[in-house]
């Protein structure tokens, strides 16, 4: 059995969390992205040409245009997918928090996800109805002596990446360990949730199995 080798516990800010997904496409699709627009690039520059030699032309015209609004649609796409990444995350009214635990042989992270409002107010639910606990009445003396009865409403999904079976590539940010993994999937590890010992850790680890 594979022994463990670091444990860390995490959880992402908003901008930490568009700055990955960021850097996911950037690593993945810029140099597509780049080609594609040189391409569309030479047949607005071939439009333009044709326009001038024949202004009569609706060729020159229809390519040019739509060229144009392929390009500048090619880097603006991006950006709404972003955007609308984020406001339906926000939508969602959640936190996330992560432990991931590095071992010889694989990653597991474990995703505590709690809704937003979870933990608010602490109530009693009784044949009158629900109401609030308040501090020093008897419900919260039996909730102290019994927390069982506190609802969690925290849920834990468990992920497992198997080094031999999984691509996975260790890339480090000013503020920010990113994992990306399979072409398809991408963990940011915030510094500031680290220790300076840790993130020397962290690295090494992906240093040491090439995975960086």
């Not at 463990?4 to 992205?33: C, G, M, Q, S, W």
């Not at 503020?175 to 398809?184: A, E, P």
Request: net charge negative.
């Amino acid at each position: 059995m594979s022994s463990e080798i670091l444990k860390v516990r995490f959880d992402n800010a908003p901008a930490e969390i568009e700055a990955a997904y960021k850097a996911f496409h950037d690593k993945y699709t810029l140099r597509r992205k780049i080609i594609y627009s040189v391409i569309y690039l030479i047949v607005i520059v071939l439009a333009a040409d044709l326009i001038i030699r024949n202004p009569t032309s609706p060729m020159g015209y229809i390519a040019g245009g739509l060229s144009l609004g392929i390009l500048v649609f090619n880097w603006v796409k991006p950006v709404l997918i972003r955007k609308k990444m984020m406001q339906g995350m926000a939508d969602l009214g959640t936190d996330e928090t992560y432990n991931m635990t590095l071992f010889d042989d694989r990653i597991e992270i474990e995703t505590e996800v709690t809704p937003a409002d979870a933990q608010t107010e602490t109530v009693a639910i009784t044949a009158h109805g629900v109401f609030p606990v308040e501090e020093g009445s008897d419900a919260a003396k039996e909730l102290a002596e019994r927390p069982e009865l506190l609802k969690d409403e925290t849920q834990i999904a468990k992920t497992v990446y198997r080094l031999a079976e999984t691509e996975i590539f260790m890339a480090d940010r000013k503020d920010l360990l990113l994992i990306f993994v399979n072409r398809s999937y991408i963990h940011a590890v915030p510094k500031r949730c680290l220790g300076d010992k840790e993130i020397l850790d962290f690295k090494a680890y992906f240093e040491e199995k090439g995975l960086c």
